[in-house]
């Protein structure tokens, strides 16, 4: 006797196991691009009150005051950039509608908290397929905070990482943070036995201040962190040098046999007078989104 199951009536978790870890597997699959960064927030008082303490939040520690951490769905140039830095009126405007929320979870992580067995389930059966497709791009120094604090579990689906920002002349209490967060970061991905694998790994800071080249170089700048975090690979790095500040693209991919191959090279960095790009432009690729696993300077040499 055959039994008739009624499909109107079936509940998720009365489907069988090897169906539900097939859905699993397509639900946990992440946009093609997630930006993360912080925003200053402008308007009126009442509404920067209610913006950062209604409906009982709280500002995220660790970011300056009247600033909001904000998570694309999708990739933001303006998120990045430092030389005209996004900002929300709350005043006025909404939030985006690829705001991905309060809570900042990715899809794997909000399965995780559905139910124990859905939880049983993922930790027992389910392991996350080599098909990583994601490329986070994230904002520096705060957004690779907000990284670390709210939805670190981004990097479980990273096929990528591309970051860009700056790194300032005077020293913060947040630095050593921040330079610790971005190690931890480095060593997860491409240090020694990495626990979560990516493609490609590159880093756009820039230094302000026409004095700033030997700062690239100190100890404590976020391109020596990478450096000292990365097991082997193929290492890239591009100084640029200009009157107002100086840039450092550091790219680095995985070696098959962990050897450490690095090659640099110097270009002059126009910026910041009469019909030149704004100081600090230089930290968003033009071509990003789209990346070449392979290195490629970002414009040509003079």
Partial sequence: MTRSISIDTMSFLELPLELRLIIYEYAAVEGAAVTIGACEL????????????????????????????VILEGYSSRLLSISDPARIDVSSAPRPQDYLGETHHSTLSSLFLLNHQVNAELSTHFRVKNN???????????????????????????????????YPKSVTAEQPLHLEQLAHLVSATLGKAPRYPIEKLEARIYFPGNDSYPRVWDDSSPASVILRNVCGGFIDMEVARGRHGTGIHVSVRPHPEHKRVISTVWRRLVEGDSGQPDCGDWVVDKQWPEWNTEFTPSSPLP
């Fill in 42 to 69: 402008t308007g009126t008082g009442p509404d920067l009150v209610h913006r950062q303490y209604g409906d009982k939040r709280a500002p995220l520690p660790g970011l300056p005051p009247l600033h909001e951490p």
């Fill in 132 to 166: 990583r497709k994601t490329s986070l791009f994230i904002q520096f120094p705060l957004g690779l905070h907000v990284f670390k604090t709210k939805c670190p579990d981004f990097v479980r689906q990273a096929r990528s990482i591309h970051i860009a920002g700056s």
